[in-house]
């Protein structure tokens, strides 16, 4: 699932990993309401988020919520700059918007796969 306040950014990020197959995008959100909604729904994996969401900011509050009901999902935080948050963990990983798209494409990835 992708999180991020750009319309464009999300469907980039969604195709670029359909494109490189191996996983399935369940869906898009564009602020934390219909990001808790849809993680709530599908129960995916791994959530690739943006931190700076317009409606909580900075998006730590999305981090927490999807930690406390879904333990088990990964998060993967992506951003124009380094990580937004200081949250530790196995579950929390960081990928630059500016990164190759392999490398992106890695992060995800690694995500799903980790165990």
Same mark, same amino acid.
């Given at each position: ?15 670029? %990993? ?6 399935? =995008? $369940?869906?898009?959100? *564009?602020?934390?309401?219909? &990001? /808790? ?30 930690? %406390? ?6 998060? =993967? $935080?992506?951003?124009? *700059?380094?990580?937004?948050? &200081? /949250? ?28």
């Amino acid at each position: 699932m992708i999180v991020d306040a750009d319309r464009r950014v999300r469907q980039s990020l969604t195709d670029v %990993l359909r494109l490189a197959g191996g996983v399935e =995008v $369940l869906g898009s959100a *564009g602020d934390v309401r219909a &990001a /808790l909604e849809l993680v709530e729904l599908h129960h995916p994996d791994v959530v690739v988020i943006d931190p700076r969401l317009p409606d909580i900011p900075p998006g730590v509050a999305l981090v927490r919520g999807i930690r %406390l009901a879904w333990p088990a999902t990964r998060i =993967v $935080l992506t951003g124009w *700059g380094g990580p937004e948050t &200081a /949250l530790p963990g196995p579950d929390l990983a960081f990928v630059a918007k500016s990164a190759p798209a392999e490398e992106f494409v890695a992060a995800v990835l690694k995500a799903c796969f980790a165990i």
